[in-house]
């Protein structure tokens, strides 16, 4: 029901702006409604995650570096690299070609997004030195680069003299139907064409470390991102550009505290 009021009453980049702050006004709202604790005092004071993230449009894979600022706080550095993938995608195979790779007929360009920011996350709940489960909240902000790759596909050509032939073309929606597409070609054709789309991004989720071992943390995390672009990506042909992506995600990460 909010999304529907937003629609009718905003344009989309104010829209956007308003989702990146509500996501800012929600990690606040709960970090002041979180019950105070004493701080048990720096035990490590630096701190790296790696991991891997399932979310509602890809993949991707994060890292983060950074440094304890409290017993109970941390500072952090992030890094993300996360595949977009457009809701219509539907993924074809043309049954009278020998070309396994398929394609996405529509498909103008596909999205490779590099998150690069920083956040605060903070323990709400300690593990305790005989282990458990540790909570905490997280929130991070920073910069989005996204790189659009125009889509290149191998066409069936149709000749009296040579027959049936194939050529790799440069998607055009004009011209190429599913039934001259033989399918995707490489998938790093295109590359150095590849569209710069800078932004801004957000992100707020719950952390769960669990274990024994104080050194190395084993972690799973779910939350919110959105990404925010100032000019809009094409990414299907036949729908409007999109400025900004919010996905919902799950994460799976391996940490390591030690001292410096």
Request: charged content about 20%; some cysteine.
């Amino acid at each position: 029901m909010l999304q529907t009021y937003l629609k009718n009453r905003f344009p989309v980049g104010l829209r956007s702006l308003l989702a990146a702050c509500a996501i800012f006004i929600g990690f606040s709202s709960a970090a002041q409604d979180v019950e105070s604790v004493d701080e048990k005092g720096i035990l490590y004071n630096r701190v790296r995650h790696i991991g891997a993230t399932l979310h509602t449009n890809g993949i991707g894979i994060n890292y983060r570096p950074g440094k304890h600022l409290t017993g109970y706080s941390y500072l952090m550095g992030d890094f993300q690299l996360m595949t977009m993938r457009h809701p219509k995608e539907v993924k074809t195979v043309n049954p009278f070609s020998d070309n396994n790779n398929g394609f996405i007929y529509g498909k103008a360009n596909s999205l490779l997004i590099l998150r690069t920011g920083i956040g605060k996350q903070k323990t709400i709940n300690a593990k305790g030195d005989k282990g458990g489960v540790e909570i905490s909240l997280a929130g991070y902000a920073g910069a989005t680069w996204g790189f659009a790759k125009p889509i290149y596909l191998s066409i069936f050509e149709f000749s009296d003299t040579q027959g049936v032939s194939e050529k790799v073309e440069l998607y055009n929606p004009d011209k190429h139907y599913p039934d001259n597409i033989s399918g995707r070609a490489g998938y790093f054709k295109g590359i150095g064409e590849a569209r710069l789309h800078p932004g801004l991004y957000s992100s707020f989720l719950l952390n769960l470390e669990f274990g024994k071992d104080q050194k190395r943390m084993k972690m799973i995390e779910t939350g919110a991102s959105i990404d925010v672009f100032a000019k809009p990506v094409q990414m299907m042909a036949f729908s409007p550009a999109n400025s900004y992506f919010l996905t919902f995600f799950i994460r799976f990460l391996y940490g390591k505290q030690w001292n410096k």
